[in-house]
């Protein structure tokens, strides 16, 4: 014989079910400001002899010290350690548009990082989604000031330009728009700009401590690569090495970027974060029910 379960919902039940139905669709994933944009790492190793290694790993456990526990105060921080022997110097910076604890919660995660990727390297720079490090010994600092007049003054380190093309009416319109208000704004407003016209946005940075002139010149380079490399794309990121430039054309009026197939890795983090998040909203859901199912049957006795 077949037996039949039944199942009832009492009021405080129905109203806890549909109060999570709202919970879950709401949940977001949440931003991973950890992760490796790109990396540069000096061809050139620090000698590892046992003289050096000791002084070098002091240096860079002091730099790494101060540059993180400025990180929570501070989007931007400089600073030399070292001695007579070997002084490395350094500095972190954060995206502008990010919460301090996020800056040093990124910050935080360079060290590691930085001597996973670029171990003995006398220079390097890292770059993470929210923040980036760039160090470099001082025997680098004067090989790099012997290099020839005629160099590119602020060099690309890298770029990114989604495969998917803006084959949209007014694209280039606001393109030009946007980078002409970033060229003319970013120096008035020290260094960071952002810029929203008709579903195009475009953001400038520049390092922290950039005179205004120097920012305005690399952020016009920045723009010229841009234009150059990502020309029709619809969006994209260049990075020198003293400023960077994205932009992105309809991009998500709550705040983030439809950055193509850069990001197209992402979607399973975000896939499982969503899924553990709707996962547990659920468990606590049946114990909360089996809680009230429980205070319901002694009241019953």
Not at 192 to 219: K, L, N, S
Request: net charge negative; glycine share 8%.
């Amino acid at each position: 014989m077949a037996s039949s379960i039944k199942f009832s919902v009492n009021a405080d039940e129905l109203l806890f079910l549909i109060l999570l139905g709202f919970i879950l669709p709401s949940a977001k994933p949440s931003t991973d400001y950890s992760e490796l944009i790109y990396k540069n790492c000096a061809n050139e190793r620090f000698a590892d002899t046992s003289d050096t290694a000791s002084s070098r790993a002091q240096a860079f456990t002091a730099l790494f010290s101060e540059l993180v526990s400025h990180s929570s105060q501070s989007k931007f921080f400089r600073t030399t350690t070292g001695d007579d022997h070997g002084g490395i110097s350094g500095f972190y910076q954060c995206k502008r548009d990010i919460t301090n604890q996020d800056c040093h919660r990124c910050v935080a995660k360079l060290p590691d990082v930085s001597n996973t990727l670029c171990d003995r390297a006398i220079a390097a720079k890292i770059q993470l989604a929210g923040c980036s490090l760039r160090y470099e010994a001082d025997s680098f600092s004067e090989e790099k000031d012997r290099l020839p007049v005629g160099r590119i003054k602020y060099e690309m380190e890298h770029k990114f330009c989604s495969k998917e093309r803006a084959e949209i009416e007014g694209f280039d319109e606001q393109w030009n728009l946007a980078f002409e208000e970033l060229e003319s704004e970013v120096v008035s407003r020290h260094g960071y700009c952002t810029v929203e016209r008709e579903g195009f946005q475009a953001v400038a940075q520049c390092e922290g401590d950039m005179e205004g002139c120097e920012c305005g010149e690399c952020i016009s380079e920045a723009v010229e690569n841009a234009k150059e490399e990502c020309k029709t794309s619809v969006s994209g990121r260049v990075f020198l090495d003293r400023c960077s430039v994205s932009y992105a054309f309809g991009y998500n009026q709550g705040g983030g970027y439809r950055e193509g197939e850069e990001e197209d890795h992402h979607s399973g983090r975000q896939l499982a974060i969503i899924l553990g998040g709707g996962a547990a909203a659920v468990l606590v859901g049946l114990i909360l029910l089996a809680l009230l199912g429980g205070m319901r049957r002694k009241d019953d006795y």
